[in-house]
């Protein structure tokens, strides 16, 4: 045979390369997978760096040095695990299989300041026998326990979801997924995005072309590494020529933080906040918060299996608890999940190297303190578009991946989602005044709320309750509705009773309203119209079971 020529060998060279990349587990979907899961969880990192200096009294210094080595090296713990797990099923069944996302638990970083830290910290650094710095350091360690608790909740979990798993239907933990992904992951960044549409619109459009489209472009770079690429190019090309919405690099100093952050161990700062009246006194939230961290990865785990991922239910919540419990040893406050997206990383095309690269990337952004000065060079807008085409994906999935006459269960189940993101607008917002605002002035929340039922939210009081815990009701709704559905009349009624008992217990629809927060609390009894009204449902539901008759389709 004659010589293939250049182009020839340059094909058989490429296939080569490619053989050997298939054998490893390597695929080109892992770089995009790369950046959608590194963006996600640097929005965490920065959010919680904006939240704990500016509500919980702890310096930039602080945070940077402690608390993100240690969060870093929770998701390295992590994301290891699960890149391993996937590379190891996708060798016994001889296809891909895409590693389940991990991160911060967005919801419990949310809760755990709001509600935990920066009350323990206003209540302190009012008392006489405090300065500020002591008050902070208070808070931070009431935090630390609280992630150690939900660590130990979620350990303990993966010893029960999968009889959970096994006796919820799918559109129930779909659905909530889907609530979640419509309200506070495609919302949130959509509205952003036409906000700011000179940098983001132009990636968006890429990412749809790349995904909704499936295109392939030259020499097969990922849709998502080109989008964000565009969209830094173009936030750099306003910056340069004087424009809106341009890059933002903080006074100039790109470097700025940048240094050695090793990670501490903390033992000792959870030993003495373990007997602290300002945990305890919480425990109505870290409860819960840690119970919602159970039932979210086990809803992950139904939504990777949805798309044809089977991972074990125990080992990977068991992961999930040791990754918790490692943050709060090394300092951070903040529980690890297996996050929302796994449909959106498999159709991207990632396998299980994506979910390494990330656990690696942040172990070394956070101890060299690069986090910072990426997110001076990389606006968020710029890559805001892979986390949009990630939650339509969720929402898809909700409704293709389940039987046709479940949809409208799969709808029930997206409300509860909807009001939690809905009350978060109303709290920012106050009537289109900052909620902060109103306090300074000196308007407490009571207040507020008693003004929006009296004038534009009369319903308040309804967005409040189908707020508080609403995974739960979610999951609740959307059962009902399957059950319903599928004129099993029984079961419907026996989810309507349980949801009853979840209410009176306050698990979910309890809620306290304090002068600056509305606090989702255990409050038993507090609820106990929400429950009778469970139970006023059921015995309609078994009421049909031996009176009504079905009607024929025609």
Known sequence: MGDPGPCGRARAEEEVVGDRLVRAGLVRGDLDGFFGLMVDNLLQFLVILALTTGMCGLSAEFVLGTIFPGAALSLLVGNLYYAWLARKLSRETGRPVTALPYGINTVSLFAYVLF??????????????????????????????????????????????????????RAALLSTLAGIAVGFISMEFILRSFDRPLVALAPLALVLVSY????????????????????????????????????????????????????????????AALGSPHVWGRI?????????????????????????????????????????????????????????????????????AYSAANGIFFTVVALTGLIGPIARVVPVEAAMAILVWIAVIITTQAFTATPREHAPAVV???????????????????????????????????????????????????????????????????????????????????WAVVAGGFSWVGLMHAYTVTAGAVREEIRPGFAWPMALGYLAAAIVFLAARFLAQPVEET
Not at 140 to 146: D, E, I, R, S, Y
Not at 344 to 352: D, H, N, P
């Open 116 to 169: 935990v830290m920066a009350p323990t910290y206003q209540e302190l650094a009012a008392s006489p026998g405090f300065t500020p710095e002591q008050a902070g350091r208070v808070a931070w360690q009431v935090g630390l326990v609280a992630c150690l608790l939900s660590g130990v909740i979620e350990t303990l979990g993966g010893f029960v979801a999968e009889w959970v798993r096994k006796v919820t239907p």
């Open 212 to 271: 909704l489209a499936r295109v392939r472009w030259p020499m097969g770079l990922p849709g998502g590494l080109l989008a964000v690429l565009l969209g830094t190019a173009i936030a750099w090309g306003l910056r340069l020529a004087g424009l809106p919405g341009g890059v933002d690099v903080g006074g100039g100093d790109i470097l700025a933080g940048a240094g050695w952050h090793p990670p501490v161990p903390v033992i000792g700062d959870l030993l």
């Open 284 to 352: 109505s939230i870290i409860l819960p918060m840690g119970l919602i961290n159970v039932l979210g990865s086990l809803q992950n785990i139904e939504s990777a299996e949805a798309e044809g991922d089977r991972f074990p239910t125990r080992p990977c919540l068991v992961a999930n608890g040791i990754g918790t419990l490692a943050a709060a040893c090394l300092g951070s406050c903040f529980p690890t999940t297996i996050y929302i997206g796994h449909p959106g990383w498999k159709r991207m095309g990632a396998g299980w």
């Open 412 to 494: 029930l189940g997206l409300l509860p989602g909807l009001a939690a993101w809905g009350w978060l607008l109303v709290e920012m917002t106050a009537q289109g005044t900052s909620l902060a605002g109103h306090l300074a002035a000196g308007v407490h929340l009571p207040e507020v709320v008693a003004d929006l039922r009296g004038t534009t939210i009369p319903y308040v009081g309804g967005l409040l309750t189908l707020k508080a815990g609403f995974l739960f009701s979610a999951t609740f709704l959307a059962a009902i509705g399957v059950f319903l559905a599928e004129r099993r009349f029984g079961r419907a009624a026996l």
